[in-house]
């Protein structure tokens, strides 16, 4: 069955401390995973795709096949990446996206 | 810039009321979709549309039709709400091929009464 797991409901850090948003999935083919954020009062927007291999606002995601994972971490976190994280893993054989049920991150002063 | 609309921000309906909700995308996108967002649920696909006038299911189309007229414009109805259809409802697009990354509209608070 395909399934993206994000075990964290809420997680909660201070500001400058290291932050990592879990994210397992299950799916047999090859996976296309990506983290999109919402922020306060904001509309849903992709942060990363792991194709593009890239960091945005200070944030990287690593695609482990063997874990299946897919995990989000940035090294100092900020006030500003308080917001719902949510990972989406896109389903090759109908093109759907599949979605987590989200982790909302608050970063504390 | 992409631009994806919704015509309400905040909608208030009672059972049985026939309820429509639009989206509409200016950057002239292939792909339209609508989901919707529950707490500890996250975003579940209802509707999607790769082209006018098609239309495929998600993950949860009963209850919900939707209509694809013109390329720029994706309507939800709900053709009897229910109050298990109280949602965020929100309207994503994207531009070509089906891996594209989806631009979301601000969102439809549907309450149910």
């Known amino acids: 069955a395909q399934r993206v797991t994000q075990p964290e409901k809420l997680l909660s850090v201070f500001k400058g401390a290291p932050v990592e948003l879990k994210c397992n999935y299950s799916y047999s083919g090859s996976p296309e995973l990506f983290w999109y954020v919402q922020y306060s009062r904001q509309r849903l927007q992709l942060l990363l795709r792991?194709?593009?291999?890239?960091s945005i606002k200070g944030f990287t995601a690593d695609l482990n096949k063997g874990e299946t994972s897919f995990h989000l971490k940035k090294p100092f976190a900020q006030e500003e990446d308080s917001a719902m994280y949510y990972c989406?893993?896109?389903?090759?054989?109908?093109?759907?996206?599949?979605w987590g049920a989200g982790t909302k991150l608050i970063i504390k002063p | 810039d992409v631009k994806v609309t919704q015509s309400s921000r905040y909608l208030v309906k009672r059972t049985g009321e026939k309820v429509f909700l639009e989206c509409v995308q200016d950057m002239d996108h292939e792909n339209m979709f609508w989901y919707r967002q529950d707490p500890g649920l996250g975003l579940r696909l209802i509707y999607f549309?790769?082209?006018?006038?098609?239309?495929e299911k998600g993950d949860i189309p009963e209850g919900y039709s939707v209509s694809r007229e013109k390329k720029e414009r994706f309507s939800l109805i709900l053709e009897s709400a229910s109050t298990n259809q109280t949602s965020m409802y929100l309207c994503?697009?994207?531009?070509?091929?089906?891996?594209?990354?989806?631009?979301f509209g601000p969102g439809t608070r549907l309450t149910v009464l």
């Open positions: 792991h194709i593009s291999r890239e």
């Open positions: 994503a697009s994207s531009l070509g091929g089906l891996t594209d990354t989806q631009y």
């Open positions: 989406a893993l896109l389903a090759n054989s109908n093109y759907q996206l599949i």
């Open positions: 549309s790769y082209d006018v006038k098609m239309k």
